[in-house]
């Protein structure tokens, strides 16, 4: 079953630096998104890309984050200045008509 | 504002037992209703998602149920199993391409 790539599975920051977390969605979906969810709390929509853009951004996904699709399998999200708050799980989905979610990147900033 | 709720909480049944978890929506918009499994330190995973122009939809042992006029939809995991605990999530959303927003989850334990 075609599956969302998600790498690194886990990134150690220091506050202040910028990460780049990386997926791979699947092969001919049209529609990318990045979610996260603090430790314990739900999962929270960041931002959706369609046609080389950003579709819609929620209030999270203010001026330090930024997403890209650098070629035609990777999909970004950069983060450029990390704070403690960001420390969450980071989830990448791609969709056709239903989503499918990759396994994630923990983001630990310290 | 909310568009998602979920209840409850958290949710210990034992093996065998019909744990029912329940959403209720906001925006009458909202097409596409899936539930989510998430074990510890993975990635939410579609169980099922139904539509509004049906009221129910089964597929294993989980049964979605979904009424319109109340914008309200459920889980129903006949048979439970110690495998089947986990966190479910319910989401909704337009379709494809717009964000979906998730409730807050229920976390099950099924005790063997």
């Known amino acids: 079953e075609p599956e969302v790539t998600q790498t690194p599975s886990h990134q150690v920051t220091q506050m202040g630096q910028e990460v780049i977390l990386r997926c791979v969605p699947i092969s001919n979906h049209l529609y990318f998104y990045w979610y996260r969810q603090i430790l314990g709390q739900k999962v929270e929509f960041l931002v959706s890309?369609?046609?080389?853009?950003?579709?819609?951004k929620s209030e999270i996904f203010d001026d330090q984050f930024s997403v890209e699709r650098p070629d035609g399998s990777n999909f970004t999200l950069k983060i450029r200045s990390t704070k403690l708050e960001d420390s969450a799980m980071y989830f990448c989905?791609?969709?056709?008509?239903?989503?499918?979610f990759g396994s994630g990147t923990r983001l630990t900033v310290v | 504002q909310q568009q998602v709720k979920q209840s409850p909480q958290s949710l210990i049944v034992q093996k065998g037992g019909i744990p029912i978890i329940n959403c209720a929506y906001e925006n009458t918009a909202f097409d596409y209703f899936p539930w989510y499994q998430q074990f510890p330190g993975k990635g939410p995973a579609l169980l099922i998602a139904?539509?509004?122009?049906?009221s129910e939809k089964k597929e294993g042992r989980f049964t979605i149920s979904f009424n319109k006029s109340a914008k309200q939809f459920s889980l129903h995991i006949m048979d439970s199993q110690p495998g089947d605990s986990a966190t479910y999530f319910c989401a909704a959303g337009p379709g494809t391409g717009n964000q979906f927003y998730f409730g807050t989850g229920t976390s099950l334990t099924v005790i063997p």
């Open positions: 989905a791609s969709s056709d008509y239903g989503y499918t």
């Open positions: 139904i539509r509004p122009d049906v």
């Open positions: 890309f369609y046609n080389n853009e950003i579709s819609e």
